[in-house]
């Protein structure tokens, strides 16, 4: 079955510090890769996203790159805020279920100024 | 478009009680999934539809949990009767049912069982 797995967090960094999110994943198809955040008593947002091995996908900063060989999906950012506290959630989606996705556990990151 | 459209946002109910959360998908959208968030469990997939059509609901619990989806515009989740391990946020997310395209959730309904 498909699977991914995070990091274990949670991660406190001081802003303007170097963010990285280990994503790795398992599934049994060509699957399509995300990124989602979730702000306190919102629900999930895309953040970014990638549909092909060595597609990168960014947005406000964050970045990530698919690696079929090393079946990963690392969120990057260079420079962290205050306001990029937030859970992480790296997901698939598999070709033959459309949409469907499947989650990893969250990462919890608090940045502190 | 206003987005997914989840109510209540709220809800505290007594154990016993039967419990109905509602969804409004995205105009357009035919996949609809129903997920439930908990610090335990992280989050879980309970059941998604596509064309209205229930696919997988071997995430639903148990059967005190059922899901229907009576046309493309509306979705219902309810738990009957409810326990306080109930507890916990439930999110509705829709989508296109299309390879590579995102599922959009809405704000969720936090439902406390006491």
């Known amino acids: 079955g498909n699977s991914v797995t995070q990091m274990e967090g949670p991660v406190t960094l001081s802003e303007e510090a170097f963010l990285t999110i280990n994503c790795t994943y398992t599934?049994?198809?060509?699957?399509?890769l995300f990124w989602y955040v979730q702000y306190p008593g919102e629900g999930l947002q895309l953040l970014l996203k990638?549909?092909?091995?060595?597609d990168k996908g960014s947005n406000k900063g964050f970045e990530a790159t698919y690696r079929k060989e090393t079946t990963s999906f690392h969120l990057e950012k260079g420079s962290v805020q205050v306001s990029d506290s937030a859970v992480y959630f790296c997901a698939l989606s598999e070709e033959t279920s459309g949409s469907r996705l499947t989650f990893g556990e969250g990462t919890q990151l608090t940045v502190n100024p | 478009d206003a987005g997914v459209i989840q109510s209540p946002r709220h809800e505290v109910t007594e154990m016993g009680q039967e419990v109905t959360l509602r969804c409004k998908p995205i105009?357009?959208?035919?996949?609809l999934f129903w997920y439930r968030q908990t610090m335990m469990r992280g989050l879980e997939l309970l059941i998604y539809f596509n064309n209205n059509v229930p696919i997988d609901d071997s995430g639903m619990p148990e059967d005190r949990f059922s899901a229907k989806m009576p046309n493309a515009s509306f979705s219902t989740l309810k738990i009957q009767p409810s326990e306080p391990r109930d507890s916990a946020v439930y999110f509705c997310?829709?989508?296109?049912?299309?390879?590579?395209?995102?599922?959009?959730f809405g704000q969720g309904t936090r439902l406390t069982v006491v």
């Open positions: 105009s357009g959208h035919n996949s």
């Open positions: 599934a049994t198809g060509y699957p399509s």
């Open positions: 990638a549909t092909k091995a060595d």
């Open positions: 997310a829709s989508s296109l049912a299309i390879r590579g395209t995102e599922a959009f």
